[in-house]
């Protein structure tokens, strides 16, 4: 089965909004399911099928899963930044699952007891912009800098009560995540097992087998295949997805 970046045609785009890593857009491709990666961001997915769009709030993924993919379907996603939090929906709630808000019109859907206007690709940042005014949008800038460095004038438990709050992972495995992204680049990259194990901080490659395993859903030999076959067939740019 192949990661989502492997099975599917990809935009994706950045934003000025310190709330957003970025913007992707993608429609449905012939095969039943495909793996989604763990991910330490969570996201908005709107999908829409037979002229009508929902909506799916996808938080952090702490291991690799299988996901169905609905038929003739469109998508557009946003994946906000890390530290970016809807106080009405804690991230600790949504960890490793989904929830769908019901469609208000074909065009617009119920989020908070109101009716929003579906965004596009042209208005995310103003979407954004307006659940931020309205309260429904949080950022901690505390949090992402607390993953990338020791704060050592803040006590250990207060960062972790943080960045629980603003993302419902642990510290550690957001790192973990991020650990095996960087090796399936690598990989990715022409890089033999062995040498990714060494460069990721891995202990061996029995150790980069299994984090690969659970937090991508493929061995690194299984990665190192994919990645030979996309090289050969010469896929679209860019073709990253949350989900790989």
């Not at 709330?19 to 012939?30: G, L, Q």
């Not at 829409?48 to 993919?69: D, F, I, M, N």
């Not at 061995?219 to 679209?236: E, M, R, Y």
Request: charged content about 20%; aromatic content about 8%.
């Amino acid at each position: 089965m192949k990661r989502a970046g492997e099975l599917f045609a990809i935009d994706e785009w950045g934003s000025a909004s310190e709330f957003i890593e970025k913007s992707w857009r993608t429609h449905s491709a012939p095969e039943p399911a495909f793996i989604s990666i763990a991910a330490s961001r969570w996201q908005m997915v709107f999908v829409t099928r037979r002229g009508s769009t929902s909506l799916s709030v996808r938080g952090p993924e702490t291991v690799a899963t299988v996901t169905e993919v609905p038929e003739d379907a469109e998508f557009f996603g946003i994946v906000f930044s890390l530290g970016t939090f809807m106080p009405a929906m804690p991230p600790l709630g949504l960890v490793d699952r989904a929830v769908t808000l019901p469609a208000a019109t074909p065009t617009s859907i119920w989020l908070d007891g109101a009716r929003w206007q579906v965004p596009g690709p042209d208005n995310v940042d103003v979407f954004v912009d307006r659940l931020v005014r309205h309260g429904l949008l949080l950022r901690d800038p505390f949090v992402a800098e607390s993953v990338h460095a020791d704060l050592r004038e803040v006590s250990a438990r207060t960062v972790q009560r943080r960045v629980a709050r603003a993302t419902g992972l642990t510290r550690c495995t957001i790192a973990q995540i991020a650990r095996a992204e960087n090796a399936v680049e690598a990989l990715g990259r022409g890089m033999l097992p062995a040498a990714a194990a060494c460069v990721g901080g891995y202990a061996d490659q029995a150790h980069l087998c299994r984090s690969l395993r659970r937090f991508i859903g493929q061995t690194p030999a299984q990665v190192v295949q994919q990645s030979s076959h996309w090289s050969v067939a010469s896929p679209p740019e860019p073709r990253r997805l949350r989900g790989g």
